[in-house]
């Protein structure tokens, strides 16, 4: 059963543009949001992550957007580089029981110089 | 800087063959997470260990797949025996304690099994 839905599979993006990648749940238990980065052959490394009480984070040139009544949170990528060029992943967390994370299926981005 | 240890880093295997991976997670952290990702998917949760216990283990294959945490440190994820579906990336990862703030977790290298 897919708890978190992300969008688009994959994302070409021109050098110094913004890059959006798309999550959204159903689950109203999850309480912790975290994305993930991967670059080829390595494990996934933890970007920047949100709690519900807020509706944006900012850490550099990454923003993550969430609207808890639409269910859905979104990765923002200002002034995209080729060194951004990996696999992103979304991620949820649930307060209940052993609080596991469910990923979404991830996106390729690709930056183009 | 402290890291997820994952040997071997790459392992090929005919089916019907037995495999086992060794996880040595940040010291510290009691947390330790078994997850297998299919190329082109997230990863999935196969176990999770809180010290040396099973608190976890929902979509482990038990038929096929073991896993121990015997003194509450280093880990060991097997197959046996290995079928053509298990070919993926098997990663390994690490956090304090669950309901910490935030408690990120972190990743090991992986290691990639490829079953023929």
């Known amino acids: 059963q897919q708890q978190v839905k992300q969008s688009p599979q994959s994302l070409i993006v021109q050098k110094g543009g913004i890059s959006i990648i798309n999550c959204a749940y159903e689950?109203?238990?999850?309480?912790?949001f975290p994305w993930y980065q991967q670059f080829p052959g390595k494990g996934p490394a933890l970007l920047i992550a949100?709690?519900?009480?807020?509706s944006e984070k900012k850490e550099g040139r990454f923003t993550i957007s969430f609207n808890k009544s639409a269910k859905q949170f979104s990765l923002h990528i200002m002034d995209s580089q080729p060194g951004d060029s990996a696999t992103y992943f979304c991620a949820a967390r649930s307060w209940e029981g052993a609080q596991k994370l469910v990923f979404g299926q991830g996106t390729r981005l690709t930056i183009n110089p | 800087e402290a890291e997820v240890a994952q040997s071997p880093r790459y392992k090929i295997t005919e089916k019907s063959q037995a495999v086992a991976f060794w996880c040595d997670p940040i010291?510290?952290?009691?947390?330790l997470y078994w997850y297998r990702q299919i190329l082109g998917q997230g990863p999935e949760l196969l176990v999770q260990f809180q010290d040396e216990s099973v608190v976890d283990d929902s979509q482990l294959p038990k038929d096929r797949f073991s896993a121990e945490r015997l003194k509450g440190v280093d880990s060991t994820l097997k197959i046996q025996p290995a079928e053509l579906g298990d070919s993926a990336m098997y990663l390994c990862?690490?956090?304090?304690?669950?309901?910490?703030?935030?408690?990120?977790?972190?990743f090991g290298p992986g290691t990639r099994l490829t079953v023929l």
């Open positions: 990862a690490s956090s304090l304690v669950p309901g910490t703030t935030y408690n990120e977790q972190f």
């Open positions: 949100i709690r519900p009480d807020v």
């Open positions: 689950n109203t238990a999850f309480d912790y």
């Open positions: 010291s510290g952290h009691a947390t």
